[in-house]
């Protein structure tokens, strides 16, 4: 059946690798991110190798207080079923936290936490009333322990999955069709590395890391099979299940020396 498939920050990364996925399968998207020809460029060129799919495109910022309602405004004032949400747009802040520019780590904290969580308000609504559709986060490897110099983007990633995660609990316990799959990708070379100021680190070419095709190919299978959490690391689901056994400062310790190396001066 054709679905209807709603990504945050469809224009570039996992979100725009993930729209191909979508749209390879027959399904019509509707992609938001910031506007610029990147979104435009997203639209034409799945348009042109799907010609059957229809491709919405919603500028927008969503780290603005109102960008979450307007996106609700524009499916509506169409008459938009949304059947998938995919809650993905974000972007990372690195360094000492006394260095990092406080208004930009609101921002981000607006656009990771908040528009993520406004807008599956928004979603999940009709999709409670239909008694059908799926949620998918874009968590993090990040979201397993507190990251010493990625302090709040790190936090904002545990809201994610921890959200993510609480709300396939809370929906099964209700009996419901609605499915919801958090994904924890690993450091994948994307704009996010760049808009992060973290082209020096070594966290993106280091043995968890991984590349966006990998990511959102295990993000694809995820969702067909419903899944509860997709861990796209051939070494993650291990570390996952070993960090549960070491102490806590393991994990903040391994993670300290990973992102401290090459700190922006
Ligand atoms: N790359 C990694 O290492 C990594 C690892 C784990 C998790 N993640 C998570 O994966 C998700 C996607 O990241 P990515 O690696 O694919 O990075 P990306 O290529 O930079 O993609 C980020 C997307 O979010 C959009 N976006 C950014 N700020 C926005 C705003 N204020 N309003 C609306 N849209 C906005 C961007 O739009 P524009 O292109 O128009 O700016 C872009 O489409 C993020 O949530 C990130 O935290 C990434």
Redesign the pocket.
């Known amino acids: 059946m054709t679905k209807t498939i709603l990504i945050?920050?469809?224009?570039?990364?996992?979100?725009?690798a993930l729209a191909g996925h979508f749209a390879k399968a027959g399904h019509h998207l509707i992609l938001?991110?910031?506007?610029?020809p990147?979104?435009e460029l997203a639209q034409s060129s799945i348009q042109q190798e799907y010609p059957d799919v229809e491709v919405h495109i919603y500028p927008?910022?969503?780290?603005q207080p109102g960008?979450p309602d307007q996106v609700w405004a524009f499916t509506s004032s169409k008459g938009i079923q949304v059947d998938v949400l995919v809650n993905?747009?974000?972007?990372?802040t690195w360094g000492p936290l006394y260095a990092i520019d406080s208004e930009r780590e609101v921002?981000m904290l607006e656009?990771?936490i908040l528009?993520l969580y406004k807008l599956t308000r928004l979603y999940l609504r009709p999709m409670h009333d239909r008694n059908a559709g799926h949620l998918l986060f874009?968590?993090?490897?990040?979201a397993f322990q507190p990251n010493p110099y990625m302090a709040a983007?790190g936090a904002s990633?545990s809201f994610v999955r921890s959200f993510g995660l609480a709300l396939y609990h809370e929906l099964k316990d209700q009996g419901s069709n609605i499915r919801v799959t958090t994904i924890?990708?690993?450091?994948?070379?994307?704009?996010?590395?760049q808009?992060a100021g973290m082209n020096r680190s070594a966290l993106?070419s280091g043995w968890l890391s991984s590349d966006?095709d990998t990511v959102a190919r295990a993000a694809w299978i995820g969702y067909a099979r419903k899944k509860r959490q997709v861990i796209p690391t051939r070494y993650l689901p291990v570390i996952n299940v070993i960090s549960r056994l070491l102490p806590e400062q393991l994990g903040i310790w391994l993670a300290r020396q990973t992102l401290r190396k090459n700190l922006p001066e």
């Open positions: 945050t920050g469809g224009s570039s990364g996992i979100g725009r938001v991110a910031l506007p610029g990147e979104l927008v910022d969503l780290s960008g993905n747009a974000g972007f990372g921002q656009l990771n528009s874009i968590a993090s490897i990040a983007y990633k924890c990708p690993p450091a994948v070379p994307t704009a996010f590395q808009v993106f966006v």
